[in-house]
């Protein structure tokens, strides 16, 4: 299998420039209006003139979930650095990052993931601080990932009452995983 260079190098400067535009589009007003015509709008082109650089919005689209991995990725191993070892800061670093980009979190995640589309290594790279604070469980990893989601997607999505404690609930979440 060949690998596939990271998401920054596969790029031209044009064709980053135009993702950079389509993740502005995307943060300010969501996936619904994330179209190549409103992309070209923003770019002060015609919407045709995208396609020289991507195929199709699908393309597009892979190219901010790379970028969602690689900076969910750096924040989780800032985390790790700075609290080696600790789930605490793991989930706080990923829920940090989540609410802050909410339209790329839900982007990248509320559909299948184009894995033979990402950088190689990409996936694993975002996975490895949880899987190392795991102690290389890849089961439990992988229920506390679903544990984390659940709860980030949910505080997206405004489905917690007002009053809810949700730090609480992380660390009984957390506890009751990693007892």
Sequence with gaps: MTERPPATDRLTPRAREIVAAARDLLEESGPALLTMRTLADRLGIRAPSLYKHFPDKHAVEVELTARMLQESAEALEAAETRAPGSLAALAEAYRVYALAHPHLYRLATERPLPRAELPAGLEDRAALPLLRACGGDLDLARATWAFAHGMVILEIHGRFPADA???????????????
Excluded at 165 to 179: E, I, Y
């Design 165 to 179: 404690d949700l730090d609480a609930a992380w660390k009984r979440g957390l506890k009751a995983l990693h007892p």
